[in-house]
């Protein structure tokens, strides 16, 4: 079965503060795996898109990594800002327009 | 350059009530998609659409149903309200199975 997970599922970090959020994926045949930030009360925007090839990409202070072969992924932030605060969603895409399967996502709160 | 635009953004309905919300995309995307997202879930698919006229269903399609008359537009009618069709609605377009863009949300409450 297609699947996602995302952990924690919730975090707090001060402002300034790095962390880095986790997915797991069970996603076959695997296309390629997304991350969105979510605003609150809007709707999500993409950070990244990699496919199987690609371990590593960046999107500013975002940074994620993929390991095809333990099937995680990370997203990590770097130097923390208020506007940071989001639900970040893990996507994996086994293929087609159609098929995404999305994670429950991460809420990050970032305080001053 | 709006993008995604959805109408209305909130909306009240009582049990057996329809309504129609109304996704519109200025993006020229051929694909356009209903999403719901619920409370500790990720977001489903309701229906997509891969071209003006097709119409296909996704993962949660009963109790909705879709048009797709013009290439911009896509709508998502419920014809009869339920409380389990509480949530919040997401439109999406993209260009082939490229990045998604989503629109900014409809609140649906069924009471």
């Known amino acids: 079965k297609n699947q996602v997970e995302q952990s924690p599922q919730s975090l707090i970090i001060l402002e300034g503060k790095n962390c880095t959020l986790q997915?797991?994926?069970?996603?076959?045949?695997?296309?390629?795996l997304r991350w969105y930030k979510q605003d609150t009360g809007r709707g999500p925007v993409s950070l990244t898109i990699?496919?199987?090839?690609?371990n590593t990409k960046s999107n500013g202070r975002y940074t994620a990594t993929l390991d095809a072969d333990t099937k995680q992924s990370s997203l990590h932030i770097t130097a923390s800002q208020l506007s940071d605060s989001a639900s970040y969603i893990c996507?994996?895409?086994?293929?087609?327009?159609?098929?995404?399967?999305f994670g429950a996502g991460t809420r990050l709160a970032v305080h001053p | 350059n709006a993008g995604v635009t959805q109408t209305p953004k909130f909306r009240v309905l009582k049990t057996g009530q329809s309504m129609t919300l109304l996704c519109a995309q200025d993006?020229?995307?051929?694909?356009m998609y209903w999403y719901r997202q619920d409370p500790g879930m990720g977001l489903r698919l309701i229906h997509y659409?891969?071209?003006?006229?097709?119409?296909a269903k996704g993962e949660v399609p009963d109790g909705y149903n879709v048009s797709r008359l013009k290439k911009q537009n896509f709508l998502l009618g419920l014809e009869s309200a339920a409380p389990s069709q509480t949530s919040v609605y997401f439109c999406?377009?993209?260009?082939?199975?490229?990045?998604?863009?989503f629109g900014e949300g409809s609140r649906l409450t069924v009471l």
């Open positions: 999406a377009s993209s260009q082939g199975a490229g990045e998604l863009f």
């Open positions: 997915c797991n994926y069970t996603v076959s045949p695997f296309s390629n």
């Open positions: 990699m496919t199987f090839s690609e």
């Open positions: 996507v994996g895409t086994p293929g087609g327009y159609n098929k995404l399967i």
């Open positions: 993006m020229n995307h051929e694909y």
């Open positions: 659409s891969v071209g003006e006229g097709t119409t």
